[in-house]
Nanobody, 127 residues
Framework: QVHLVESGGGSVEAGGSLRLSCLLS????????LGWFRQAPGKEREGVATIDSDGEINYADSVKGRFIISQNDAKNILYLQMNGLKAEDSAMYYCAADNEPGAIWLRTIRAPYTGYWGRGTQVTVSS
């Protein structure tokens, strides 16, 4: 059973930075794509960034050039470095694992959500 726990959320002013972390257990990196997703109140869940087991990375257009997804060498921690934060980045951020290719998963995420999900960490950006 894959288990994911997010941390690192918080409140920050526009233009600031945060780094989210996701601790993974029960996970075999060669079998899953990992991703960060977010959901603001009253909005659909949307893809932020994904990283496939072969290292391919995909970003949503809205965060490209500002956010960076990465993993530690042991492949058991997923990070999301968020720079140049904007008010519209405010949302609950979720870490997830699925066996769908990241480029597709990022853009087609729809409820009911497949794969494994953490409980989320809140990011609030004040303008």
């Amino acid at each position: 059973q894959v288990h994911l726990v997010e941390s690192g959320g918080g409140s920050v002013e526009a233009g600031g930075s945060l780094r989210l972390s996701c601790l993974l257990s029960g996970y075999k990196y060669s079998e899953y794509c990992l991703g960060w997703f977010r959901q603001a109140p009253g909005k659909e869940r949307e893809g932020v960034a994904t990283i496939d087991s072969d290292g391919e990375i995909n970003y949503a257009d809205s965060v490209k050039g500002r956010f960076i997804i990465s993993q530690n060498d042991a492949k058991n921690i997923l990070y999301l470095q968020m720079n140049g934060l904007k008010a519209e980045d405010s949302a609950m951020y979720y870490c997830a694992a699925d066996n769908e290719p990241g480029a597709i998963w990022l853009r087609t995420i729809r409820a009911p959500y497949t794969g494994y999900w953490g409980r989320g960490t809140q990011v609030t950006v004040s303008s």
